[in-house]
């Protein structure tokens, strides 16, 4: 989160403004990774764009979703972004804290439609450096907890079906393990994903933000990117 919120908003703005397609992990999946569905007609003639967070910060609650309610209310448009949350830091009723999300702000946030919740491990551990079982532990930890905090409000898969992998570290044992628990694996690369070039489903490419990227860049980016074709 070193990017400023008025810089944000200005970016979140001018894609809600120009009508994007704002896309969940399972829409990516479905429609450009596995292809088991035609793409909806209203989809048609949009471009399509992912928002991911990863690091279970507050302020993705705080300072993010009155922008999106705004947007929501002024564009008529919903932006969906996607959470990629490491449950083992999650502030808790005894160990509160104004760093890190509780549960209830990720219930919050889901139940208003804006969040997609997604895992990165359990602790943020460096999964390509730790032993089998330990990677095993994190990856099902992480899967088992975001359940729990978001049961009866989702339905077990539409939580925790897709990771991040912490630091975007991962190998060949990683992708192994990650695919018992996850239908699919986010790296943090600083690529922008050119689904042609996909190769493998647990190394999906994301696009690194940080102050070097003005909003303006960020939007010339986003108009660049490819039109759904009708
Ligand atoms: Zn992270």
């Known amino acids: 989160m070193s990017y400023t919120m008025q810089d944000l908003e200005k970016f979140l703005e001018y894609l809600a403004r120009n009508n994007y397609w704002f896309l969940s992990t399972q829409e990516l999946y479905d429609y450009f990774i596995d292809r088991n569905r ?10 399509p764009i992912m928002l991911s967070f990863d690091d279970s910060y507050k302020t993705v609650y705080t300072n993010i979703i009155p922008v999106l309610e705004r947007l929501e209310k002024e564009f008529k448009q919903k932006i969906k972004i996607v959470l990629f949350v490491n449950p083992g830091t999650l502030a808790k009723i005894h160990h509160p804290s104004t760093t890190y ?8 946030g889901f139940a208003k439609g804006f969040y997609d919740i997604q895992s990165h491990g359990e602790n943020h551990k460096d999964l390509a450096k730790i032993t089998v ?10 899967q088992i907890e975001l359940r729990e905090c ?12 897709h990771i991040a992998y912490p630091y975007g570290s991962m190998n060949h044992q990683v992708e192994t393990y ?8 986010y ?3 600083s690529t922008i994903l050119r689904f042609r070039w996909l190769q493998d489903k647990y190394r ?27």
């Open 187 to 189: 790296l943090y690369n």
């Open 38 to 47: 035609d793409i909806p007609q209203e989809y048609l003639g949009k471009k």
């Open 133 to 142: 079982s330990e990677l095993n532990q994190e990856l099902a930890q992480a």
């Open 101 to 108: 999300l509780s549960c209830e702000d990720l219930r919050a």
């Open 178 to 185: 990650a695919a018992k628990y996850y239908q699919s694996g």
């Open 150 to 161: 978001l049961a009866g409000l989702a339905a077990p898969q539409e939580i925790a079906r």
């Open 204 to 230: 999906i490419s994301r696009l690194t933000v940080n102050r070097a990227k003005s909003p303006e860049r960020l939007i010339q980016m986003a108009t660049r990117s490819f039109t759904i074709s009708k």
